[in-house]
């Protein structure tokens, strides 16, 4: 185990010369945060929910919080509670659309939650009764849309088909306070054609159904920057989807929300590795798909990286294995690095405040040490630098 350090760190070279770590460490950018959130907050016309499932850790919620984000999308009763305890006062929206219905009891009458979703008869039928055909109810149905603009489609597994969605908005217009409808465009969208195309379609299901519908929920989606995938300006998006709201047959009153997970926290953290062998052109390092580079590993995710010393020597393709003993502890890469990067060097690897963490285990027994907060700027930003970024640098928490 790690003994806690009291130090400051203006940068990933200054933490992984002080510490030496043997293990991962997580790098936190506070400030990368709180700009991703107010720009969410600002540009945005709508309510901004995070989707907590990116990244749950307490530490980012409260700086969330702290920016102007008080409302959250969870996906189950764990996600519900984690926020009610860190957030007191947050507006909780469960936006699962397959809920048990012990979690949907207790979200409604414990924790204060009145948003839901749902995409089937069966799924509106269990929040009536566990909510005890409660009158207060925001009930979103999603429909289901397209991904094909987006690098992980959500397409196949949640949302109400065309021929369905008709009489299930009127069933659900009978029991709903507020009805809305959702949807998601798949994760890491590349353009707003996406967004277009989906609140097209939305539009037409509100005719179809002759129902007033009271909320427009655009989902998640929204990109951040990673080699090889640089999207559009995010105001781009914005523009796309305030165009296509404004134009629907919709309450004059009627909400619009989004749901951010990627674009909020992607910023927020990097992860220091150690180099533990070269064999070629693969790394064996000390985190890998069982950790933190779980996306890197299953569908080929590439992040940038840097070498956290001097080189002068030009760069090379690199892939990594990770530190478990099975073959698909694999990280095709490329990465591209120093050529003479050699065992015992220390490589930082960018954006990973999104799914990094969160999908961490301690498989094979190798697990990641602290989190450390520094001041400089993120590898990559769709949101520019800006002076609120501090040398504050303290670690925050062990994990």
């Not at 603009?149 to 069933?171: R, V």
């Amino acid at each position: 185990m790690h003994k806690p350090y009291s130090a400051s760190f203006l940068a990933a070279e200054q933490v992984a010369q002080a510490l030496k770590p043997d293990l991962p460490i997580t790098l936190v950018r506070n400030a990368a945060a709180r700009r991703a959130a107010r720009f969410f907050r600002t540009q945005f016309k709508g309510k901004t929910l995070y989707a907590v499932k990116a990244n749950p850790s307490p530490a980012l919620l409260n700086e969330l919080w702290s920016a102007g984000i008080t409302h959250f999308d969870v996906a189950s009763i764990t996600e519900v509670r984690l926020v009610r305890q860190t957030l007191p006062d947050a507006t909780l929206c469960f936006m699962h659309p397959v809920k048990s219905p012990e979690s949907i009891q207790e979200a409604y009458s414990v924790h204060g939650v009145r948003s839901f979703s749902l995409d089937t008869f069966d799924e509106l039928a269990k929040i009536a009764a566990a909510t005890n055909h409660a009158t207060d109810l925001n009930l979103l149905v999603r429909l289901r849309v397209s991904s094909d603009h987006s690098k992980l489609s959500l397409a196949a597994k949640f949302g109400a088909a065309p021929e369905e969605t008709p009489a299930l908005l009127l069933a659900t217009r009978q029991l709903a306070d507020s009805l809305g409808i959702c949807f998601h465009v798949g994760s890491q969208a590349m353009s707003p054609q996406a967004y277009k195309d989906a609140l097209r379609k939305a539009g037409k299901a509100i005719v179809k159904a002759a129902v007033t519908v009271d909320i427009i929920d655009v989902g998640g989606g929204f990109p951040s920057i990673y080699p090889g995938m640089e999207a559009p300006n995010l105001q781009c998006y914005f523009d796309v989807i305030h165009e296509e709201f404004e134009a629907l047959p919709i309450s004059y009153s009627a909400e619009l929300w989004c749901e951010p997970g990627r674009a909020l926290c992607a910023e927020y953290a990097s992860v220091i590795v150690r180099v533990e062998q070269r064999r070629g052109d693969a790394l064996y390092i000390n985190d890998g798909a069982y950790g933190s580079l779980f996306d890197a590993a299953h569908v080929g995710w590439r992040y940038p990286v840097k070498l956290l010393r001097e080189s002068n020597v030009k760069p090379a393709a690199f892939s990594f294995y990770g530190p478990t003993c099975d073959d698909m502890d694999y990280m095709t890469g490329p990465f591209e690095l120093p050529a003479d990067i050699v065992a015992g060097d220390y490589i930082e690897i960018g954006m990973l405040g999104a799914y990094g963490s969160a999908m961490r285990t301690d498989f094979n027994g190798f697990m990641s040490g602290i989190n450390v907060e520094v001041g400089d700027e993120p590898m990559l930003t769709l949101y520019g630098s800006d002076n609120e970024t501090t040398a504050s640098g303290n670690i925050v928490a062990s994990i």
